[in-house]
């Protein structure tokens, strides 16, 4: 037997008071020490609780209680129980359970969330730290009570999730981050076929005669006029 009774200390009282166990045997059971049974048949230990009767508990039967009298060498068993209780499934569901010592840490995690992961969801923030969404606002608003003094502190370190959990939710919301960088995006490049296409002749010849409008005979003439003087001094 690995696991003793319910209650081993009301549990030995019991049977020293109802039984002709050996205090080897009664120890055994509720893994107690030999001198601490003989000390409750004595009345020195366990002065003051009432005895817990393993029977109605379900724990032992008269008949090993019976062969146990009857053989001091043999060890006592725990009854088997016939009843199958179901078992407890583990929901995934609300917000998780912070212990009481951690609390306090909580807005210094959701604000290194906030800043090291933006694209984290409120509700991933929820999952992964157990707060409510109205704290992770005032936190990012910075309309929080105590928000000159918080730190931001990595939640895996202060023990409010695991990294396996922080690593989940990270990869869940980078699924959705490509599709809203590409809707945010500005002008993109031109195909190649666009930027490589020759332009149309009528452009060509649109661009070139307005260059040729600007350049006109009167400028022409006019810099010749500057230059004739010049030329007859040196004459």
Known sequence: MTQGPLMPKATAVWLVENTSLAFEQIADFCKLHPLEVKGIADGEVAAGIKGFDPITAGQLTRDEIEKAQ????YKLKVAVSKVKLPEVKRTTK???YTPLSRRQDRPNAILWLLRNHPELKDAQVIRLVGT????????RERSHWNSGSLQPMDP???GLCTQIDLDFEVQRAAKDRPAALAADSGASLLPTEV???EEAPEADEHRHGGREERINADSVFAKLKGVRPADDDED
Do not use: D, F
């Open 156 to 158: 895996v370190t202060l």
């Open 195 to 197: 930027s490589t296409r």
């Open 132 to 139: 409510t969404k109205s704290t992770i606002q005032q936190i």
């Open 70 to 73: 009857k053989s001091p060498a």
């Open 94 to 96: 609300g917000p998780r």
